[in-house]
């Protein structure tokens, strides 16, 4: 590459001219001094301009780092001679490219100040100077050292380039509620070369090229993140290095700094969030009305507001700033019951907290006393049934007569009994009852009823009859006694009708005792057991009396020799009307048995034929009654006589019915 434009070095030579008259000198030693880099030259190479001055460097040269004072400098005349005894002044670098100076100088060497990287930068800056620079030639400088010299050239330039470039959102504005964190990334791939020099009241971070922003709640609502692009660069503006200057020598710069590239992100941020509140019952529908008050305090104190909710059930609270906040309700529709506890919810910022509130609605209860003029009542069963005849439940009263529903819903329902105690009359009566809501502090609505029973009353009829004939007994006396104690109740006397009907009995076993009965019939000696069971009913109970009826048998015998008998002999029976009642004669056995039954009464027993050889027998009188012993022969009660001679014997043997 060779430049030979004699109209560049005018205008070097004028620019130069120009910076010394602006720019005081300063008196002061500046010495200037090498330093061998150890990069060594495999090439050769040469600088000239258009007036003849030219340097040439060639294989095997030791590039040396120059330096003024102590710091590192650059030359930015290459085709002139340095000469470190010359003469130099000191002032500010103020060439209109002087920011391409300090950034090609910072980033091939100021960033990472290395041997080769010092010698690439210097070579870097001369090709630069030549390009702008129309009277200056200089050859390829890829064999001086510095391996691979193009591509590194061209990456430090492309750094030059893009030096001024700013991450993709500088500028802009991101808005995030309170606590809430944000990431953005940059889209320019600049980011990890920037460090956040104020963060404006948020909690910020880097990560590659993603920017982490979190809202604090301490962090103000309008705000400013400030980054740096290249951090390492102390100041916050560009500065310009400083120029070193000959008339005699090289003119050579050192120090100074690129701009830094400051760039920023506006934020806003949202502290408010909504609250929606919702009312349920305790099957999860919605309920309305229902009144909320909202406020800091835990104690409820200086209420931000008074909240109802709508026919869904809810009601919305926007724009609050988050924080802790407390809810309480104050009212409630019916049937419910209010819950005064007092709730506290956090608000999130962009954000919308649900608060669910369930109460549990009043509940009713139904109890029921049970009594009679004998006491409480004990088993009584009542059914309750809903407004729609469905029945809800069964309830029994306990040892104290008492009973009572579970909890119901309020509503409408009936009471009925469907059971009475044992021993008592059924009420029918179906009840209405209204379980109403009182207030919503009420939790348990009752109603009670006191209700009696009259106990089951009956009577008892005795159906008293003869035993053979079926027909009425008169004057038979029955003793009522109750049952288990066996307590006397009444004595009842069976009419002309053979009926005796007790007074009216309360609920309970009887035991129905004949007491006695007239002297033409036995005693009946069985027990019946009555039950009253049934109000108002008349148990009957038919009981049979047996007349008294015997045969009469007749035993004839000799009376010196009681085991001869004495065929053939005739007797008549005759009542105390003198009346025949029926004749008998003995048979071979010298036995009589008759047909005929004689009923009560007194009789006579006249012998009308004697056996032959033999005597008419005395006259015999007997009675027949339920005292008189008798003998039994085929179930027939039979009275025996035996008789011999004219001397009437009477033998009587007792036994029973059964034998």
């Given at each position: 590459m060779k430049r030979k434009l004699k109209q560049g070095l005018i205008a070097i030579a004028i620019t130069l001219m120009m910076v010394m008259l602006l720019t005081p000198a300063q008196a002061q030693t500046i010495n200037i001094t090498f330093e061998k880099t150890g990069v060594i030259a495999t090439g050769t190479a040469r600088s000239e301009n258009s007036q003849g001055y030219a340097l040439w460097w060639g294989a095997g040269h030791n590039w040396d780092y120059i330096k003024v004072n102590g710091e590192i400098a650059f030359c930015i005349e290459p085709e002139i001679q340095l000469k470190p005894e010359s003469s130099y002044t000191e002032s500010s670098f103020s060439h209109a490219d002087r920011e391409t100076f300090s950034r090609i100088i910072y980033h091939g060497y100021d960033s990472n100040p290395t041997a080769e990287n010092y010698t690439l930068t210097q070579l870097t800056l001369w090709e630069y100077i030549a390009s702008i620079r129309s009277d200056l030639t200089v050859t390829s400088f890829k064999n001086l050292g510095v391996p691979?010299?193009?591509a590194k050239r061209d990456a430090l330039m492309a750094k030059v380039s893009k030096h001024s470039i700013t991450a993709s959102f500088a500028g802009s504005t991101i808005s995030l509620n309170v606590g809430e964190t944000l990431k953005i990334t940059d889209n320019n791939g600049v980011l990890a070369n920037s460090a956040i020099t104020d963060k404006g009241g948020l909690e910020t971070s880097i990560n590659g090229n993603s920017l982490s922003v979190k809202a604090l709640t301490s962090s103000?609502?309008?705000s400013k993140i400030t980054l740096k692009k290249?951090?390492?660069?102390?100041?916050?503006?560009?500065?310009?290095?400083?120029?070193?200057?000959?008339?005699?020598?090289?003119?050579?710069?050192?120090?100074?700094?690129?701009?830094?590239?400051?760039?920023?992100v506006n934020v806003t941020i949202n502290d408010k969030g909504n609250?929606?509140?919702?009312?349920?019952?305790?099957?999860?529908?919605?309920?309305?009305?229902?009144?909320?008050?909202?406020?800091?305090?835990s104690d409820m104190s200086q209420p931000i507001g008074t909240y109802t909710t709508g026919t869904n059930g809810k009601v919305t609270v926007s724009n609050i700033v988050f924080g802790s906040y407390y809810v309480q309700e104050k009212q409630v529709p019916s049937p419910l019951l209010l819950d005064s506890t007092i709730k506290r919810i956090e608000i999130t910022a962009g954000q919308t907290a649900s608060f669910s509130h369930t109460n549990k609605a009043a509940q009713g209860q139904i109890v029921v006393t049970k009594s009679s003029n004998e006491g409480l009542l004990e088993n009584t069963v009542f059914e309750i049934r809903n407004s729609n005849n469905v029945l809800v439940e069964t309830i029994k009263t306990n040892s104290d007569g008492r009973a009572q529903s579970s909890l119901l819903p309020l509503g409408k329902y009936t009471l009925k009994e469907v059971t009475a105690s044992p021993g008592y009359v059924l009420d029918d009566t179906v009840y209405e009852v209204e379980l109403k809501y009182k207030d919503q502090l009420t939790p348990l609505v009752t109603q009670s009823f006191s209700l009696s029973n009259k106990l089951i009353e009956g009577r008892i009829r005795v159906v008293k009859t003869d035993g053979?004939?079926?027909?009425?007994?008169?004057?038979?006396?029955?003793?009522?006694?109750?049952?288990?104690?066996?307590?006397?109740?009444?004595?009842?006397?069976?009419?002309?009708?053979?009926?005796?009907?007790?007074?009216?009995?309360?609920?309970?076993?009887?035991v129905i005792v004949e007491e006695d009965s007239p002297v033409e019939y036995y005693l009946n000696e069985n027990e019946y057991v009555v039950a009253i069971k049934e109000n108002g009913k008349t148990e009957e109970v038919v009981i049979t009396n047996d007349p008294v009826l015997m045969k009469l048998q007749l035993i004839k015998s000799d009376h010196e020799d009681e085991t001869k008998v004495l065929p053939g002999v005739v007797f008549e029976v005759l009542n105390d009307q003198e009346e025949v009642m029926f004749t008998l004669t003995t048979d071979e056995l010298g036995q009589a048995l008759s047909q005929e039954s004689l009923p009560y009464g007194?009789?006579?027993?006249?012998?009308?034929?004697?056996?032959?050889?033999?005597?008419?027998?005395?006259?015999?009188?007997?009675e027949i009654n339920r005292d008189t012993e008798f003998i039994e022969i085929e179930e027939v009660r039979v009275l025996s006589l035996n008789l011999n001679n004219n001397q009437t014997t009477t033998t009587v043997s007792k036994v029973d019915i059964h034998g």
């Open positions: 691979q010299y193009e103000p609502l309008t290249y951090s390492d660069i102390t100041g916050n503006a560009s500065v310009s290095p400083i120029l070193y200057a000959s008339t005699d020598s090289q003119n050579v710069i050192a120090k100074g700094n690129p701009n830094p590239v400051i760039y920023t609250l929606e509140i919702v009312k349920l019952n305790e099957v999860g529908q919605p309920i309305p009305n229902t009144v909320f008050t909202l406020s800091k305090n053979v004939t079926s027909l009425p007994v008169e004057g038979v006396v029955f003793n009522v006694l109750s049952l288990p104690e066996r307590e006397p109740i009444e004595t009842i006397v069976s009419d002309s009708e053979g009926f005796a009907i007790s007074s009216s009995l309360p609920y309970g076993e009887y007194t009789y006579r027993l006249r012998e009308v034929k004697a056996a032959p050889g033999y005597v008419l027998g005395d006259d015999v009188y007997f």
